[in-house]
C-alpha cells in the first residue's frame, strides 16, 4: 500500500491561495520532485478543472514557460490524475481518472494500488480525508508571506487535533521552508 501525502503551498497565517506563493524556478522544482516519487496525484473537482484551464497548454508549448515549469507540465501531463467529485464526471485530460462513490473506499483502493504513493493537492478535500484519517504524510511548502485572507487550510475544522512527527525542514533560497511531517502513532 503507497502512502497519501497531502502537499501544498501554505502562507505563515494559514492562506492556500495559489496566487499567494512564490512561484519560481525552485519552488517548481521542489513540486516536481515530490510528483516525481508518487505514483498518482489526487484532487478535488476544483484543482483539477484549475489545474485542467492551465497546465496541458504549458505541455503542449501553446504558453511559454521557463524550462523548470515545462518541465513541470509535461510531467504532470503523463501522471495519473485522480479526481474526486459528486457533480463531474467527465474527465478528458490525460490519464484523469474518476473516483466516484464512498470517499473512504474509493481512496483507500487508490492508496492499495498505487504502491509509489498519492500526491493529494487540494485543500478542501484533504479535510475530507484527514477526517477520514486517510492522509499518511503532509509536505508543505511554507512561503515567507502573511496573506491576510483565505482561503485558510482545514478552516472547516477538524474533529480533534492532529499528531504528527517531523521528518524534516528544509530551507530553500527563495525564503520558503519545505516541511515533511508523518502522523505519529
Not at 483539477?48 to 523548470?68: H, Q, T
Not at 528544509?170 to 502513532?185: D, E, F, I, K, S
Request: one cysteine or more.
Amino acid at each position: 500500500m503507497g502512502l497519501l501525502t497531502f502537499s501544498i503551498n501554505i502562507t505563515l497565517d494559514g492562506c492556500v491561495d495559489h496566487q499567494e506563493g512564490i512561484a519560481d524556478d525552485e519552488t517548481h522544482a521542489f513540486f516536481t520532485r515530490l510528483m516525481d516519487e508518487r505514483g498518482a496525484m489526487l484532487w478535488g473537482r476544483v484543482t483539477y478543472e484549475m489545474m485542467e484551464s492551465y497546465w496541458p497548454s504549458v505541455a503542449c508549448g501553446d504558453v511559454g514557460a521557463p524550462p523548470a515549469i515545462r518541465e513541470w507540465a509535461a510531467k504532470l501531463e503523463a501522471k495519473p490524475k485522480y479526481v474526486v467529485s459528486s457533480t463531474r464526471t467527465d474527465f478528458p485530460w490525460t490519464n484523469s481518472h474518476h473516483i466516484a462513490g464512498d470517499l473512504r473506499i474509493g481512496v483507500q483502493q487508490l492508496k492499495d494500488a498505487t504502491p509509489d504513493g498519492v500526491l493529494l493537492g487540494s485543500g478542501k478535500l484533504a479535510t475530507e480525508l484527514d477526517r477520514l484519517n486517510l492522509i499518511d504524510e503532509y509536505q508543505l511548502l511554507v512561503h515567507p508571506r502573511i496573506a491576510g485572507h483565505g482561503p485558510t487550510l482545514y478552516e472547516s475544522g477538524l474533529p480533534s487535533t492532529r499528531q504528527l512527527e517531523l521528518v524534516s525542514a528544509t530551507p530553500l533560497r527563495n525564503g520558503a521552508v519545505a516541511m515533511h511531517y508523518r502522523r505519529a502513532c
